[in-house]
């Protein structure tokens, strides 16, 4: 395991410029950019938490921001695959 994060800093440089090269790429023509892979799933959860907290009348309330919080997670993860 120690073996795996010595290459890994051996190549630091490589892995940097290969992860400035996808990120760059993957949000070349978007307006907002690396903005919009934070903005959206924080709006998410103001949307769920508007539809479950508010519309939906959900009376566990305490539990509603783990929820949310894990659909949330789980709906990135799926997506972004």
């Not at 892979?37 to 479950?52: E, G, K, T």
């Amino acid at each position: 395991m120690l073996k795996v994060f010595k290459e890994l800093y051996k190549y630091r440089e490589l892995l940097k410029t290969n992860v400035k090269k996808e990120i760059r790429g993957k949000y070349k023509n978007s307006f907002l950019g690396v903005l919009w892979s934070f903005l959206n799933p924080l709006l998410q959860i103001v949307v769920y938490a508007i539809v479950f907290q508010l519309i939906l009348k959900n009376p566990q309330e305490k539990l509603c921001g783990i929820y949310l919080l894990w659909l949330n997670s789980m709906d990135v993860f799926f997506h972004q695959q």
